[in-house]
T-cell receptor
Framework: DAGVIQSPRHEVTEMGQEVTLRCKPI?????LFWYRQTMMRGLELLIY????????DSGMPEDRFSAKMPNASFSTLKIQPSEPRDSAVYFC??????????FGSGTRLTVV | QQPVQSPQAVILREGEDAVINCSSS?????VHWYRQKHGEAPVFLMI?????EQKGHEKISASFNEKKQQSSLYLTASQLSYSGTYFC???????????FGTGTQLKVEL
Protein backbone atom coordinates (compact mmCIF):
# COMPACT_ATOMS: atom_id res chain seq x y z
CA ASP A 1 0.00 0.00 0.00
CA ALA A 2 1.36 3.44 -0.95
CA GLY A 3 -0.09 5.09 2.12
CA VAL A 4 -1.81 8.46 2.14
CA ILE A 5 -0.62 10.50 -0.82
CA GLN A 6 -0.55 14.28 -0.76
CA SER A 7 0.39 16.75 -3.45
CA PRO A 8 2.17 19.00 -3.90
CA ARG A 9 4.91 18.48 -1.29
CA HIS A 10 5.82 22.15 -1.35
CA GLU A 11 3.86 25.16 -2.55
CA VAL A 12 5.04 28.75 -2.66
CA THR A 13 2.45 31.27 -3.76
CA GLU A 14 1.78 34.97 -3.63
CA MET A 15 -0.77 36.51 -1.36
CA GLY A 16 -4.19 36.60 -2.99
CA GLN A 17 -3.65 33.53 -5.16
CA GLU A 18 -5.77 30.40 -4.99
CA VAL A 19 -4.12 27.28 -3.56
CA THR A 20 -5.40 23.72 -3.93
CA LEU A 21 -4.01 20.87 -1.87
CA ARG A 22 -4.78 17.28 -2.81
CA CYS A 23 -5.05 14.04 -0.91
CA LYS A 24 -5.57 10.38 -1.78
CA PRO A 25 -6.44 8.31 1.30
CA ILE A 26 -5.64 4.65 1.84
CA UNK A 27 -8.07 2.43 0.00
CA UNK A 28 -10.73 1.13 2.37
CA UNK A 29 -10.29 3.87 4.96
CA UNK A 30 -13.65 5.54 5.50
CA UNK A 31 -12.55 8.64 7.42
CA LEU A 32 -10.39 11.48 6.12
CA PHE A 33 -8.97 14.40 8.08
CA TRP A 34 -7.25 17.66 7.18
CA TYR A 35 -4.88 19.07 9.81
CA ARG A 36 -2.69 22.16 9.82
CA GLN A 37 0.56 22.31 11.79
CA THR A 38 2.38 25.46 12.88
CA MET A 39 4.92 26.14 15.62
CA MET A 40 2.51 28.45 17.42
CA ARG A 41 -0.67 26.38 17.30
CA GLY A 42 0.56 22.81 16.86
CA LEU A 43 -1.66 20.31 15.01
CA GLU A 44 -5.12 21.73 14.41
CA LEU A 45 -8.02 19.81 12.90
CA LEU A 46 -9.58 21.76 10.05
CA ILE A 47 -12.26 19.36 8.79
CA TYR A 48 -13.04 15.67 8.62
CA UNK A 49 -15.17 13.41 6.45
CA UNK A 50 -16.84 10.07 7.12
CA UNK A 51 -17.76 8.10 4.02
CA UNK A 52 -17.12 11.20 1.89
CA UNK A 53 -19.53 13.34 3.92
CA UNK A 54 -18.19 16.38 5.84
CA UNK A 55 -18.91 15.80 9.53
CA UNK A 56 -17.15 18.61 11.35
CA ASP A 57 -15.73 21.74 9.73
CA SER A 58 -15.61 23.84 12.89
CA GLY A 59 -11.84 24.10 12.60
CA MET A 60 -11.89 25.76 9.19
CA PRO A 61 -10.50 29.24 9.91
CA GLU A 62 -12.82 31.25 7.69
CA ASP A 63 -14.71 31.27 4.43
CA ARG A 64 -11.48 31.46 2.47
CA PHE A 65 -11.01 27.75 3.24
CA SER A 66 -13.09 25.03 1.62
CA ALA A 67 -12.75 21.25 1.37
CA LYS A 68 -14.38 18.62 -0.79
CA MET A 69 -14.38 14.86 -1.03
CA PRO A 70 -16.11 13.95 -4.29
CA ASN A 71 -15.33 10.23 -3.90
CA ALA A 72 -13.68 7.78 -1.53
CA SER A 73 -10.26 8.15 -3.12
CA PHE A 74 -9.80 11.91 -3.41
CA SER A 75 -10.09 15.08 -1.36
CA THR A 76 -9.07 18.70 -1.87
CA LEU A 77 -8.47 21.62 0.46
CA LYS A 78 -8.70 25.00 -1.21
CA ILE A 79 -7.65 28.41 0.05
CA GLN A 80 -8.91 31.42 -1.88
CA PRO A 81 -7.54 34.03 -1.51
CA SER A 82 -4.40 32.92 0.34
CA GLU A 83 -2.75 35.09 3.00
CA PRO A 84 0.73 34.95 4.62
CA ARG A 85 -0.81 33.70 7.91
CA ASP A 86 -1.95 30.56 6.04
CA SER A 87 1.68 29.45 5.78
CA ALA A 88 1.93 26.06 7.50
CA VAL A 89 2.30 22.35 6.87
CA TYR A 90 -1.03 20.83 5.89
CA PHE A 91 -1.49 17.14 6.62
CA CYS A 92 -4.14 14.80 5.33
CA UNK A 93 -4.79 11.62 7.33
CA UNK A 94 -7.11 8.65 6.89
CA UNK A 95 -8.47 6.04 9.24
CA UNK A 96 -10.43 2.82 9.25
CA UNK A 97 -12.66 2.02 12.20
CA UNK A 98 -11.01 2.52 15.58
CA UNK A 99 -7.44 2.15 14.40
CA UNK A 100 -4.89 4.93 14.39
CA UNK A 101 -4.56 7.67 11.83
CA UNK A 102 -2.22 7.28 8.88
CA PHE A 103 -0.83 10.67 7.88
CA GLY A 104 0.37 11.75 4.46
CA SER A 105 3.76 13.39 4.02
CA GLY A 106 2.20 16.84 4.16
CA THR A 107 2.22 19.95 2.00
CA ARG A 108 4.45 22.78 3.13
CA LEU A 109 2.65 25.97 2.08
CA THR A 110 4.42 29.31 2.00
CA VAL A 111 2.41 32.41 1.13
CA VAL A 112 4.56 35.46 0.39
CA GLN B 1 -9.61 22.17 24.27
CA GLN B 2 -6.05 21.04 23.65
CA PRO B 3 -4.69 18.39 26.04
CA VAL B 4 -1.58 19.39 27.96
CA GLN B 5 1.58 17.34 27.74
CA SER B 6 4.49 17.26 30.13
CA PRO B 7 7.37 17.61 30.06
CA GLN B 8 7.71 19.95 27.08
CA ALA B 9 11.16 18.60 26.33
CA VAL B 10 13.49 15.94 27.66
CA ILE B 11 17.04 14.83 26.87
CA LEU B 12 18.07 11.25 27.61
CA ARG B 13 21.19 9.20 27.37
CA GLU B 14 20.77 6.00 25.41
CA GLY B 15 19.39 3.30 27.67
CA GLU B 16 17.56 5.65 30.04
CA ASP B 17 13.81 5.61 30.64
CA ALA B 18 11.27 8.39 30.15
CA VAL B 19 7.63 9.10 30.91
CA ILE B 20 5.48 11.52 28.93
CA ASN B 21 2.15 12.62 30.37
CA CYS B 22 -1.03 13.81 28.66
CA SER B 23 -3.80 15.50 30.60
CA SER B 24 -7.27 16.43 29.38
CA SER B 25 -9.86 18.81 30.85
CA UNK B 26 -12.63 16.66 29.41
CA UNK B 27 -13.65 13.03 29.81
CA UNK B 28 -11.82 10.77 27.40
CA UNK B 29 -13.13 8.02 25.16
CA UNK B 30 -9.74 7.14 23.78
CA VAL B 31 -6.16 8.36 23.61
CA HIS B 32 -3.74 7.97 20.72
CA TRP B 33 0.04 8.40 20.79
CA TYR B 34 2.13 9.49 17.78
CA ARG B 35 5.80 10.21 17.15
CA GLN B 36 6.93 12.82 14.64
CA LYS B 37 10.50 13.17 13.44
CA HIS B 38 11.71 16.49 12.09
CA GLY B 39 10.33 17.21 8.63
CA GLU B 40 8.19 14.09 8.59
CA ALA B 41 4.59 13.16 9.26
CA PRO B 42 3.35 11.91 12.64
CA VAL B 43 3.44 8.12 12.92
CA PHE B 44 0.89 6.18 14.95
CA LEU B 45 2.27 4.31 17.99
CA MET B 46 -0.77 3.03 19.86
CA ILE B 47 -4.36 3.64 20.89
CA UNK B 48 -5.89 3.23 24.33
CA UNK B 49 -9.64 2.79 24.54
CA UNK B 50 -11.95 3.61 27.43
CA UNK B 51 -12.18 0.54 29.61
CA UNK B 52 -9.17 -0.98 27.92
CA GLU B 53 -5.92 -2.19 29.41
CA GLN B 54 -2.43 -0.82 29.32
CA LYS B 55 -0.96 -1.42 25.90
CA GLY B 56 2.37 -1.47 24.27
CA HIS B 57 5.38 -3.36 23.14
CA GLU B 58 8.39 -4.42 25.13
CA LYS B 59 9.98 -0.99 25.39
CA ILE B 60 7.18 1.46 24.58
CA SER B 61 3.95 1.18 26.52
CA ALA B 62 1.15 3.44 27.71
CA SER B 63 -1.51 3.66 30.36
CA PHE B 64 -4.91 5.35 30.48
CA ASN B 65 -6.48 6.64 33.69
CA GLU B 66 -10.09 7.45 32.83
CA LYS B 67 -10.90 8.96 36.22
CA LYS B 68 -8.00 11.37 36.10
CA GLN B 69 -8.49 11.99 32.37
CA GLN B 70 -4.83 11.28 31.82
CA SER B 71 -2.57 9.03 29.80
CA SER B 72 1.12 8.32 30.12
CA LEU B 73 3.62 6.99 27.59
CA TYR B 74 6.53 4.93 28.94
CA LEU B 75 9.78 4.63 27.00
CA THR B 76 12.12 2.01 28.43
CA ALA B 77 15.82 1.60 27.61
CA SER B 78 15.66 4.41 25.07
CA GLN B 79 17.38 4.15 21.71
CA LEU B 80 18.64 6.88 19.39
CA SER B 81 15.71 6.12 17.08
CA TYR B 82 13.27 7.20 19.78
CA SER B 83 14.20 10.86 19.24
CA GLY B 84 11.37 13.01 17.96
CA THR B 85 8.31 14.88 19.12
CA TYR B 86 5.61 12.83 20.81
CA PHE B 87 1.97 13.84 20.61
CA CYS B 88 -1.06 12.51 22.36
CA UNK B 89 -4.39 12.79 20.56
CA UNK B 90 -7.59 12.72 22.58
CA UNK B 91 -11.11 11.76 21.60
CA UNK B 92 -13.57 13.49 23.93
CA UNK B 93 -16.71 12.95 21.86
CA UNK B 94 -16.77 9.25 21.15
CA UNK B 95 -16.38 9.86 17.46
CA UNK B 96 -13.53 10.10 15.03
CA UNK B 97 -12.11 13.51 15.90
CA UNK B 98 -8.78 13.83 17.69
CA UNK B 99 -7.44 16.92 19.41
CA PHE B 100 -3.67 16.78 19.60
CA GLY B 101 -1.59 17.81 22.59
CA THR B 102 1.14 20.40 22.78
CA GLY B 103 3.88 17.87 22.06
CA THR B 104 6.96 16.63 23.94
CA GLN B 105 10.35 16.91 22.28
CA LEU B 106 12.50 13.93 23.16
CA LYS B 107 16.18 13.68 22.28
CA VAL B 108 18.25 10.58 22.93
CA GLU B 109 22.00 11.02 22.96
CA LEU B 110 24.90 8.57 23.12
Amino acid sequence: DAGVIQSPRHEVTEMGQEVTLRCKPISGHNSLFWYRQTMMRGLELLIYFNNNVPIDDSGMPEDRFSAKMPNASFSTLKIQPSEPRDSAVYFCASRSGHYGYTFGSGTRLTVV
Amino acid sequence: QQPVQSPQAVILREGEDAVINCSSSKALYSVHWYRQKHGEAPVFLMILLKGGEQKGHEKISASFNEKKQQSSLYLTASQLSYSGTYFCGTDTGGGNKLTFGTGTQLKVEL
